[in-house]
């Protein structure tokens, strides 16, 4: 079977355990896939030193790129040593474009299912975006935003909880889809083996009445939810041209909270965006403790080319990182916190590995004896600040 490496979001996730079996099918059994991320220019670097180590170590091993990145600038990785394809994210899923000599590089990223093949299941029901925020490049990468039908969501779903006992809907502005609550809702009515439904990003701006209501009144959609936040001041998320303000975010915190007390949040936040101030940071640093974000995604401002953020004037990058330190800190703070108050509770915790898993709220959790797949109940009996400690109940 083909071997992936994969970058960025968990839709790529999801999408490369789709691609080893194209791959494997169209004759590249021994082939590496390399899913490359537009999000960072660390992402891309890592992509490159990835590919450049594999060809010293594995030389004549085929080596397939897509992605993002690759889709961007399929020509910068088509020049790579050992590359034998660059292939679009508008083929990436298309079986005729694994078995044709040349794939075409496209802008639409495809719609369609990718699931995980590890114990969580993942259904990309949404792709592509049709936002402008100022630092992103990923419109580029992925296309308009497009939506999965209902009855396609819930086929796939269907045949996912035959081997999953949790599915995460995924896709590039998740929250954009036109009919999101109701899909949920499908899901779980027509799944009803289904244990767990989880949400991956979501966009603070869209999420309306009917979302709220669909979270209150689903036991089985897991109380965990992920912001694409990414700053905490006005003045910068006005910059970034995000639709969301500080103090809706901290009404989002408090609504998740009054509906499901035990909600778990996090967010992905943006340190040393182009013309933040010491002040800038220390409202997002208060944000973090004002809305008890425990699951924080830090990333220093990256600079894309041809995003309005770029032409912008820019922080030092050893001053972006300082501050992207100090955020992590902050979150490491909540996690703490967030875990010491679930000491004593049960937690339903899907093992991931013999061990190892994630609680409904996706805090880590360590379990001895516990068997990787297994859905169970466990006691917690205390945590480290990264994770918890329980034995079975």
Same mark, same amino acid.
């Given at each position: %079977? ?16 789709? %691609? ?26 890592? @992509? ?11 030389? !004549? *091993? ?13 020509? *910068? ?12 994210? $508008? ?20 719609? $369609? ?117 990414? #700053?905490? #001041? ?5 910059? /970034? ?42 409202? /997002? ?31 030092? /990058? ?22 010491? $108050? ?13 061990? /190892? $898993? ?12 516990? @068997? ?9 009996? !205390? ?11």
């Amino acid at each position: %079977m083909a071997e992936t490496i994969t970058f960025g979001c968990r839709l790529n996730l999801a999408e490369s355990e789709t %691609m080893r079996g194209l791959a494997a099918r169209a004759g590249y059994a021994d082939a590496l896939i390399v899913n490359t991320c537009a999000v960072t220019g660390e992402a891309e670097s890592q @992509a490159r030193q990835a590919i450049r180590r594999a060809a010293r170590e594995n030389p !004549g *091993r085929p080596i397939l790129v897509t992605g993002c990145a690759a889709q961007i600038a399929p020509e *910068r990785w088509a020049d790579l040593p050992g590359v034998t394809r660059v292939i679009g994210n $508008g083929a990436k899923l298309d079986p005729a474009a694994w078995a044709a000599p040349v794939a075409a590089i496209e802008r639409a990223a495809p719609m $369609g299912i990718a699931a995980g093949g590890g114990t969580r299941g993942f259904l990309a029901v949404q792709q592509g975006c049709d936002h402008a925020c100022t630092f992103c490049i990923i419109p580029q990468g992925r296309g308009p935003a497009r939506a999965l039908s209902i009855a396609e969501a819930v086929a796939a779903a269907r045949d996912l909880a035959t081997r999953h006992a949790e599915i995460v809907l995924t896709g590039v502005d998740l929250a954009s889809h036109p009919a999101l609550p109701a899909l949920i809702r499908a899901i779980l009515r027509e799944v009803p083996e289904l244990p767990r439904l989880r949400l991956s990003s979501l966009d603070p701006a869209a999420l309306g009445e009917d979302f709220w209501r669909v979270f209150a009144e689903e036991a089985r959609l897991m109380p965990h939810l992920h912001l694409s936040a990414q #700053h905490g #001041h006005d003045l910068i998320l006005k910059r /970034m041209k995000r639709r969301h303000s500080r103090a809706d975010l901290l009404r989002l915190s408090a609504r998740a909270r009054a509906l499901r007390p035990d909600a778990a949040l996090g967010a992905d936040l943006i340190a040393g965006f182009p013309t933040e101030t010491e002040e800038h940071l220390a409202a /997002m640093l208060e944000l973090v403790a004002e809305a008890q974000l425990a699951f924080l995604h830090v990333f220093p401002y990256s600079a894309r080319a041809g995003t309005p953020a770029a032409r912008m004037p820019q922080i030092p /990058m050893d001053v972006r990182r300082e501050r992207a330190a100090r955020l992590r800190a902050a979150g490491e703070a909540e996690r703490a916190r967030f875990l010491a $108050g679930r000491v004593g509770q049960v937690e339903h915790s899907l093992m991931e590995a013999d061990g /190892m $898993g994630h609680t409904e709220h996706f805090a880590p959790i360590r379990v001895v004896g516990a @068997a990787r797949g297994s859905l169970i109940r466990a006691r917690v009996t !205390g945590q480290d600040g990264r994770m918890l400690l329980a034995e079975a109940a």
